[in-house]
């Protein structure tokens, strides 16, 4: 589903670049966790994945389409219909109340206003949101707003989610119930998820961890339920020294 070559990212010339090179392969249903320390770049990674940045060299390919090589405009269409994005801070459209919020990427996509209606009613009903259509963000709380924002992410039917530290601003019980979510959306719907993170609980929901420290993958660690490979454990012990 999503293939990365040679890529490379490098901010201030003379500095470490913050992606160095990375070669990366995500098939399409794994859910893949990037875990590192802030500053580490693995944020930057996520973003060139999913086309919100450009990089200096290498190519990202999401489902056979070379992103980079693209021009805007079909970057922009292709990023819109295939990629989902959930983020730290939510991002949702503050004057949009939470039926609006979701069908946006529809609506700028310009769906028929029936199949907007028949995907917000199933997305609300999906996430919990309902009763809460009318409300806009200031009105709910960081749980529910990250709900919307997983709903918005799923209305054009994406084949990659991408989710930047999605449970960064949610209190532990909001993020286990955000993480159900995503767990839910990769067993039962086979969706194909790239997730940022620095939480070794939030880490813990993925079947993959790729282990990122400054610009490059570490480790690649298949984890099993419950088990916490060695690696792992020494990469964390190397984090707190």
């Known amino acids: 589903m999503i293939v990365v070559e040679g890529l490379r990212k490098q901010y201030r010339s003379g500095e470490q670049p913050v992606v160095d090179h990375v070669n990366l392969e995500v098939k399409q249903g794994e859910f893949t966790a990037i875990m590192g320390p802030s500053g580490s770049g693995k944020s930057t990674l996520l973003n060139l994945m999913g086309g919100l940045d450009l990089p200096d060299q290498g190519t990202v390919y999401v489902d056979g389409l070379p992103l980079h090589t693209l021009s805007e405009k079909r970057r922009t269409l292709m990023r819109r219909r295939k990629i989902g994005y959930i983020f730290q801070n939510y991002q949702l459209l503050s004057m949009l109340n939470v039926r609006e919020n979701i069908a946006f990427p529809m609506s700028v996509d310009r769906c028929p206003k029936e199949e907007i209606q028949l995907r ?26 990250q709900r919307v924002a997983i709903a918005r992410a799923l209305a ?12 960064g601003n949610l209190d532990r019980k909001r993020s286990q119930e955000v993480m159900e979510i995503l767990l839910h959306l990769h067993r039962k719907e086979r969706m194909t998820i790239v997730m940022v993170t620095h939480d070794l609980s939030v880490a813990g929901y993925a079947e993959r961890i790729l282990l990122y420290k400054d610009g490059r993958i570490e480790s690649d660690i298949r984890q099993k339920e419950g088990d916490m490979p060695r690696v792992l454990e020494d990469f964390l012990a190397q984090l707190q020294t």
């Open 156 to 167: 054009m039917q994406p084949k990659v989610i991408l989710a930047d530290e999605p449970t």
């Open 120 to 145: 917000v009613q199933e997305l609300v009903k999906e996430l919990g949101l309902k009763g809460k259509e009318e409300a806009v963000p200031d009105e709910l709380s960081g749980g529910q707003q």
